[in-house]
């Protein structure tokens, strides 16, 4: 059964505890996510080793609490984080910001970091094109004066109907929503209505998408950063991936061909909701043998 927990790391910080013995295992959501993206796997992962799913600073049940929701800030509670409460190196699994977190974590700190398990990780444009709709949840933000104000506008909007709010987002996210299962659809709405009465929540996705725009634009740069990872990888990406081009995740293998890529054809931005199954059999297979690299096509 998970166990809520509120850890002290300079300011609270929600922490879910899946169980699971051995190897431990560390959940790292996406911007505008929280612990509930990983309630299709989070259990089934406990066969693994001892998972533990974290909110993020002004994601989820963590507060800013006079934090910054930077992608650095981020990085550096991940690492307080694996530095205190974790019995040894972990396997960090990022989806989305938070693979991007789990890479920054991993060139910072090799000794805390087992291993990575990238989904759909924040990555450089590498084949530009035009989706209306990411560019409404995610152009905006960038844009000094507008960013805080429309998100402000779309929680509004979200206290008054959260299940609208929810489907659009999971239209964004997901090739089919439909493969959500219900019962983590309701989490996802749980914490929706949740994070629509926290005052935080619009500047806290500002903030982080700002910063994450910040790292990917610099492509040169983030390549030598990749270059520098001990850490071996496992990158899941599916095919139909609005946020994320897949054309990115080959770039990135390309840059380390010794990781190895998994896409997942006719999914999104979040396999492990949209395809946990799958998912699931790729990422123990890989951990059996994390050394396993090659590229899929």
Request: glycine fraction near 10%.
């Amino acid at each position: 059964m998970p166990t809520s927990m509120e850890l002290d790391i300079a300011g609270p910080v929600h922490v879910v505890d899946h169980g699971g013995t051995g190897k431990p295992i560390l959940l790292v959501h996406g911007l505008g996510g929280s612990h509930v993206n990983w309630s299709a796997v989070a259990e089934p992962l406990t066969e693994l080793g001892s998972v533990r799913a974290i909110d993020l600073i002004g994601f989820g049940r963590t507060p800013p609490a006079d934090r910054s929701s930077a992608v650095d800030s981020q990085r550096d509670l991940v690492q307080a984080y694996l530095r205190d409460h974790a019995d040894g190196p972990a396997v960090l699994v990022g989806n989305s910001m938070g693979g991007l977190i789990s890479m920054l974590v991993a060139r910072a700190t090799p000794e805390l970091v087992d291993s990575l398990v990238l989904v759909g990780p924040a990555l450089p444009v590498v084949r530009p094109r035009v989706d209306a709709g990411v560019l409404r949840r995610l152009a905006l933000p960038l844009v000094p004066g507008l960013g805080p104000r429309s998100f402000r506008n779309a929680y509004e909007k979200a206290i008054e109907n959260p299940e609208d709010f929810l489907d659009e987002m999971l239209g964004v996210v997901c090739a089919d929503q439909s493969r959500i299962r219900p019962e983590d659809r309701e989490q996802a709405l749980a914490m929706a209505r949740e994070r629509v009465t926290m005052p935080w929540a619009g500047d806290a996705f500002v903030d982080a998408a700002r910063s994450i725009f910040r790292i990917v634009i610099r492509g040169r740069t983030f390549a030598r950063r990749v270059a520098s990872i001990e850490a071996p990888a496992l990158v899941v990406h599916g095919d139909q991936d609005r946020l994320v081009d897949v054309a990115s995740a080959r770039w990135l293998i390309r840059q380390r061909p010794g990781w190895r890529l998994e896409v997942l054809e006719g999914i999104g931005h979040v396999p492990q909701l949209e395809a946990p199954d799958q998912f699931l059999e790729i990422v123990g297979a890989w951990l059996a043998d994390p050394t396993a690299g090659a590229a899929a096509s």
